[in-house]
């Protein structure tokens, strides 16, 4: 499959680049950033990859780059709030419409994006709210920040553009902090204070990547249309009790019926994507 991967130079974006090329796939790595020290792993694969320096808020750019490719992941993004004024909001709102609406345009049908967890009102927020936990795809998504809205609007921007063209299929996957794995976030997670807002949580890094390649190469998945997945891992990152912290940090937010927060057990429920993807994180 010839694939289109933009921000393949950010953590996130080389792992999936990799994970492509090793699973036999031509790539197009596309980057506002020239190249630098890119993973030694797509030493063997050079000649399946290609890299495109270029600006994504042109449209015409981004129509001519993604012809011929058969589906695109889409990375690009500013991912924190930057100015907490306009850089991030517009920057990551124009990126997302114009590979979605180019991709339209082209006929690709196979389309990935990155969203995060902070769709609902996280770390970047001056509160966070939880409704409940563990929080799955029907959580309410009310940022108040420009980052978490960009996002928010990055897939409602993908309902519209399947509405209009029902063959497509894109998945918007909500990833939490992308890390090598959990001995790493464990060692930023000293403080749990700090990291109350963001729950203690993380996603091993080609763990995520192979999320993205499930949504765009699997053949039978049970869904059309736009789906969001909350790409997280099933335990958290401190080395405390999630049950102790829910009741030290967020001890008014109720636990779902059959559900159960202790151990190392995470604040995120990601069964839809193990049901509608395939997966299942890997640490």
Request: aromatic share 10%.
């Amino acid at each position: 499959m010839k694939i289109a991967i933009t921000g393949c130079n950010g953590s996130v974006g080389q792992r999936v680049v990799v994970l492509a090329l090793k699973l036999g796939h031509t790539v197009l790595g596309i980057d506002l950033t020239e190249q630098g020290n890119e993973p030694e792993e797509i030493g063997p694969y050079a000649e399946q990859f290609a890299f495109v320096q270029t600006d994504l808020s042109d449209y015409s750019c981004v129509l001519e780059l993604l012809r011929g490719h058969e589906a695109v992941i889409h990375l690009a993004a500013i991912r924190y709030p930057a100015d907490y004024v306009v850089k991030a909001h517009n920057t990551n709102v124009v990126l997302s419409w114009n590979i979605l609406r180019a991709s339209a345009e082209l006929g690709i049908t196979r389309i990935a994006q990155a969203s995060s967890v902070n769709v609902i009102t996280m770390v970047y927020s001056q509160q966070a709210r939880f409704e409940y936990f563990p929080i799955d795809e029907s959580h309410p998504c009310l940022p108040d920040e420009p980052y978490g809205l960009s996002k928010v609007i990055c897939e409602l921007q993908a309902d519209t553009i399947v509405r209009r063209y029902p063959s497509m299929r894109i998945a918007s996957l909500r990833l939490h902090w992308s890390v090598p794995n959990r001995a790493y976030a464990r060692q930023g997670i000293t403080d749990p204070e700090r990291k109350s807002k963001d729950l203690w949580g993380y996603v091993q890094e080609d763990s995520g990547a192979e999320a993205f390649m499930l949504a765009i190469t699997k053949d039978d998945l049970p869904w059309t249309g736009h789906q969001q997945f909350f790409i997280v891992a099933p335990e958290i990152a401190y080395e405390g009790d999630s049950g102790e912290l829910k009741e030290k940090f967020w001890p008014k937010v109720p636990v779902r019926e059959g559900k159960e927060i202790a151990g190392k057990v995470g604040f995120f429920d990601c069964s839809k994507a193990q049901r509608l993807l395939g997966w299942v994180h890997r640490d």
